[in-house]
């Protein structure tokens, strides 16, 4: 009997210190933790490191107004919450962020917890509310070593108790000074997998908001929540200005080459007599109409939110009517090489502007009327973030594949055409070195009156991404000058067969 009371009143006497010695121990746990992360230790060992921190701060006693722990890479809260008082709470982590070489004490993350967090328990029941903020994405790497949001990861959980599919989500705000939006940027949550393997980031459950300098994620459950970085595009900052570069200088060249032929065309004929040389003038006035909306989209948004959406419509539209003419250049191919026969059409050229000029027209102001918000800023992000360039175009995905889709079948028909009129060449060639030569001549410069190169947009994956880049780049832009090109030589071997036979 006397021993039990000696023991009791010990363990009164050390109840104070207690809390004091697992203060210190958690302090040691954190800095142990941090400088494996430092050294960049083996990730396999960061699961039992991570759960004997968790454990750590879910047996401490916090005091009223919680423990806060804090190293230069991990920062650790733990609260001790009643379900009948509780009326949420507010965190934000005090840790800096690398932006550019430079820490800036001014991005801080912070995560919001919904009153819904303690729903369905006993209002006398208590519960230790535990929350870490990790600056290094070591621990957290899957299979593709992804990116995270400026290596921030923050975690929140319930000692003993499971929080999934609040009706009201946990709101975490992750800061940042880059150039991001839904392309390029969404929330995620962390999956652990079993031994001896990596886990995954999931979306699943998770809302993704995008504001000026902040990510938004709403998500339903507590676990460990980062921003996942997603590299649509491959491109350094010097190949996204060289390109930006090569760009400007043909679609220049190719406007004036265009404005000058349609110029030329109207001083020597100022009314075309046959259907193919209209054909060959509306054409040249689309890429022209194309070029330079595709000149004004960048500086114009800089502008207002109006301004860059009228932007977007008229370059959208003109690529539209581009394509079309490319299209009827093949179709008007077919009927004069493959068909020979039966091609008289009433009407022709009307029926051709109606479909090329007037239904991209009606599309884009239909559009513009009923969902305006499809033509915005389109921002075309470099693999670090920094430097991105901004463009007036599609906002939607949808309406972005919907445009591939009807480029990719016009350009489809034109590849067939190409083909069919190659096999009348062979078929049709005389016994002459020369005309082989004439030939070749003639399929490029129908490769180019068909568009046929826009066909490499469709190759912008794995490693053919960047040289695709270049080489869509280079041919189109410069498509002004090839078709300028075409039309000089042809309308020269006219006149020259027109003053022989005249002789």
Known sequence: MLTLLLTAFVLCLAEPVLPSQGTEYIQSCMHNLTEGLKRGSS???????LTELEQLLAHST??????????????AFVFSITAGSFRGLNLSSSMPVRSKGQVSAQLRDSISFPVELMEGMKAQEKQKLICICIRSAGMFLDEH???VLNNHILGAFLHNRRVGRL????????????ELDSSNATCVFWQPAGTGSAGNWSREGCETQH?????RCLCNHLTYFAVLLIQAHDLSESELQSLTYISTVGC???????????????????????????????LLAALLLLNVSFLLSEPLAAGTTGGCQAAAALLHGSLLCALGWMGAEGFHLYLLLIKVYNIYVRHYLLKLCLCTWGLPTLAVVAVLIFKREIYGHHIISTADGYKNVTMCWLTSPSAHYVTLCYAGLILLFNVLVLVAVVAVLRRTRQQQQ???????????????LLGTTWGTAFCAFGVLLVPQLYLFTVLNSLQG???CFWYLSTHRSKRSSHCSTSR
């Open 167 to 178: 009706r009201r989500p946990v709101e975490i705000h992750f800061r940042h000074d880059k």
């Open 252 to 282: 220049s060249i190719s406007a004036a080459a265009a404005l000058c032929t349609l110029l030329l065309c109207c001083v020597f004929r100022c009314r075309p007599r046959d259907d193919t040389t209209r054909i060959h003038m509306n």
């Open 434 to 448: 020369q005309r082989a030569r004439k030939d070749w001549m003639t399929v490029l410069g129908l490769t180019c």
């Open 481 to 483: 000058v090839f078709l």
């Open 211 to 215: 504001q000026k300098g902040i990510v």
């Open 62 to 75: 916090p005091g009223k107004e919680g423990y806060s722990f804090k190293t230069n890479m991990l920062e």
């Open 43 to 49: 990730r396999h060992n960061w699961a039992s490191r």
């Open 145 to 147: 070593n992804s990116s």
